[in-house]
């Protein structure tokens, strides 16, 4: 099993940057996919980034793809999502995520992962 904590999340306003950390216990993160999940009010949980183990491909969500980046440290067990150019509609809580998965139909699902973190607010306005 693998324990998951994200950091990293805040109150910025548009245009700014933030850097999340997703840091993993248990299990090095090299046993497992990455992936980053939001979930902004009233809406339903939504796939932003995934990460294979050797961290040689990505997968980004249509709607960040140009603004967001994933990375990862094996090294250091640790998951990023590198954020530029914030908008308000990138309000939302931010979870962390690992699976064995490693299909892509499955790893841009919310259902095909086997661990979470407790998730990072993050608040973009003015």
């Known amino acids: 099993q693998v324990q998951l904590v994200e950091s990293g999340g805040g109150s910025v306003q548009p245009g700014d940057s933030l850097r999340l950390s997703c840091a993993a216990s248990?299990?090095?993160?090299?046993?497992?996919?990455m992936g980053w999940f939001r979930q902004a009010p009233g809406k339903e949980r939504e796939f932003v980034a995934a990460i294979n183990r050797s961290g040689g491909s990505t997968y980004i969500a249509d709607s960040v793809k140009g603004r967001f980046s994933i990375s990862r440290d094996n090294a250091k067990n640790t998951v990023y999502l590198q954020m530029n150019s914030l908008k308000p509609e990138d309000t939302a809580v931010y979870y962390c995520?690992?699976?064995?998965?490693?299909?892509?139909?499955?790893?841009?699902?919310?259902?095909?992962?086997?661990?979470w973190g407790q998730g990072t607010q993050v608040a973009v306005s003015s």
């Open positions: 248990g299990r090095t993160v090299s046993s497992y996919v």
């Open positions: 995520a690992a699976t064995n998965v490693t299909n892509v139909v499955f790893i841009i699902r919310s259902r095909g992962y086997d661990y």
